[in-house]
């Protein structure tokens, strides 16, 4: 990832309006949902929600494809996988097992580290 889509990234999750489309995508997994269910789930203008969801791409947070007449968009999983990677990458100088928390905070269903041993 480079140094300009982090940035777009952090830039993106900033906003109020735009960190509520990427949770709500989060949470509906790789499926994803049609603009317009988006912007009526959120109450948000379409056309307000098309700018939104264009820079939460430029992040490379969000994914879309057509289906039909319909844009359907998705959390893009290995944008947000190098995102996280990119904010823990250092993590522990090395040590693993003083990431067990943080790593056990981000895979709770599967366990994290625990379920590793």
């Known amino acids: 990832m480079s140094d300009q889509t982090l940035m ?7 906003q109020p309006t735009r ?8 949470r509906e ?9 988006i912007a009526r789930r959120l109450k948000v203008p379409q056309n307000t929600l098309s700018a939104h969801l264009a820079v939460l ?12 007449r319909h ?9 947000v996988r190098r995102l996280i990677l990119f904010l823990t990458r250092d993590c522990c100088h090395g040590k693993p ?21």
């Open 57 to 68: 791409a430029r992040g490379e947070l969000v994914r879309s494809r057509r289906e039909g």
């Open 97 to 117: 097992e003083r990431c067990e928390a943080l790593v056990n905070a981000l895979l709770p269903s599967c366990g994290g580290m625990s379920a590793e041993r």
């Open 29 to 37: 997994g790789p499926q994803g949902l049609p603009a317009g269910e």
């Open 19 to 26: 960190l509520a489309v990427f949770r709500l995508l989060i």
């Open 71 to 79: 844009v359907i968009y998705a959390a893009d999983l290995e944008g």
């Open 8 to 14: 777009n990234a952090f830039a993106a999750l900033a």
